[in-house]
T-cell receptor, first 112, second 112 residues
Framework: GEDVEQSLFLSVREGDSSVINCTYT??????LYWYKQEPGAGLQLLTY?????DMKQDQRLTVLLNKKDKHLSLRIADTQTGDSAIYFC????????????FGAGTRLAVHP | DGGITQSPKYLFRKEGQNVTLSCEQN?????MYWYRQDPGQGLRLIYY???????QKGDIAEGYSVSREKKESFPLTVTSAQKNPTAFYLC???????????FGQGTRLTVV
């Protein structure tokens, strides 16, 4: 089946690291994504990882992929108030036509 | 600049009326998608199209219709048959296979 699960809320102090977790179901997914949504806006592609990778680092962002457990995480180092947003995990579900399946999103709140 | 343009940003509709949301992309992407987002929820797929003159129903297609007469355009019509149309609608496009999808800024539809 198609299902991507995320915790709904995360609160962190400014300057700390944030870790947002996600589990997915389709083991054949070639790409896994993290999107960011600010209030009233569309989704911004933040980063992605190929399924043959275990880790990807891009400036303050680190993506970890555990294919055995179908677990994906996004770590934001030195979290800033501008990082406050909803973060969506997504996978490509290969069921005939490829389509993106999203989690419900994790709302990240950064406080002083 | 390349990107996806959704219009209008805000749309008000009277009950019983059909309304069409515009989505245009100049990224030369083959695939286009429409998602619906309700407050506090993730994105649900309405329709998707992998190629011109072809489209498939997503998870919540009832009460919606689409067309794909041109590669760059994928308009969504919300019909009077859609019982609860008030939502935030997001259009996306990608290279084939749902890889690296990019989103427009969304249209907020309110039924009055």
């Amino acid at each position: 089946g198609e299902d991507v699960e995320q915790s709904l809320f995360l609160s962190v102090r400014e300057g700390d690291s944030s870790v947002i977790n996600c589990t997915y179901t389709d083991s054949s997914s070639t790409y896994l994504y993290w999107y960011k949504q600010e209030p009233g806006a569309g989704l911004q592609l933040l980063t992605y990882i190929f399924s043959n990778m275990d880790m990807k680092q891009d400036q303050r962002l680190t993506v970890l992929l555990n294919k055995k457990d179908k677990h994906l995480s996004l770590r934001i180092a030195d979290t800033q108030t501008g990082d406050s947003a909803i973060y969506f995990c997504a996978e490509i579900f290969s069921g005939g036509y490829n389509k993106l399946i999203f989690g419900a999103g994790t709302r990240l709140a950064v406080h002083p | 600049d390349g990107g996806i343009t959704q219009s209008p940003k805000y749309l008000f509709r009277k009950e019983g009326q059909n309304v069409t949301l515009s989505c245009e992309q100049n990224l030369n992407h083959d695939a286009m998608y429409w998602y619906r987002q309700d407050p506090g929820q993730g994105l649900r797929l309405i329709y998707y199209s992998q190629i011109v003159n072809d489209f498939q129903k997503g998870d919540i297609a009832e009460g919606y219709s689409v067309s794909r007469e041109k590669k760059e355009s994928f308009p969504l019509t919300v019909t009077s048959a859609q019982k609860n149309p008030t939502a935030f609608y997001l259009c996306a496009s990608s290279i084939k296979g749902a890889q690296l999808a990019f989103f427009g800024q969304g249209t907020r539809l309110t039924v009055v």
